[in-house]
Nanobody
C-alpha cells in the first residue's frame, strides 16, 4: 500500500522559514510528478508547486521567489523550502505523487497534510 507522509509544518513568525518533507513508501514502479498543494480555511485547495521526475519545477505566482521545491528520487522524497513566510501562507499543506503502484493502475496519491501557521 502506498503512503505519503509529510513532516516539517508548524508555527513560524512572519518573515521566517520552514522546510516541508514528504516521503513516499510502499510498492511502486516509479514516481512521476510530485507536488505540494495547500488549503486555507474557507478556500479551495490550490497548487503551490510541482516538480517532474527530471527536476523541472512549476510555481504558483504567489510563492515565486520565496518557495523552492526539490526532490530526492533515491529517497522517494519531495521537499518544499519556504522562506519569507507571510500570514497569507497559513494553510494545511498537502503533498501528492503521480505514480504506478505494483499491482495497480497509475494514480495520484495524497498525504494527510501538515499545518503551517504564520503568525506573530
Amino acid at each position: 500500500q502506498v503512503q505519503l507522509v509529510e513532516s516539517g509544518g508548524g508555527l513560524v513568525q512572519p518573515g521566517g522559514s520552514l522546510r516541508l518533507s514528504c516521503a513516499v513508501s510502499g510498492r511502486f514502479y516509479r514516481i512521476n510528478d510530485m507536488g505540494w498543494y495547500r488549503q486555507a480555511p474557507g478556500k479551495q485547495r490550490e497548487l503551490v508547486a510541482d516538480i517532474t521526475s527530471g527536476g523541472s519545477a512549476n510555481y504558483a505566482d504567489s510563492v515565486k521567489g520565496r518557495f523552492t521545491i526539490s526532490r530526492e528520487n533515491a529517497r522517494y522524497t519531495v521537499y518544499l523550502q519556504m522562506n519569507n513566510l507571510t500570514p497569507e501562507d497559513t494553510a494545511v499543506y498537502y503533498c501528492n505523487a503521480d505514480l504506478l503502484p505494483v499491482g495497480g493502475a497509475r494514480n495520484v496519491y495524497w498525504g494527510q497534510g501538515t499545518q503551517v501557521t504564520v503568525s506573530s
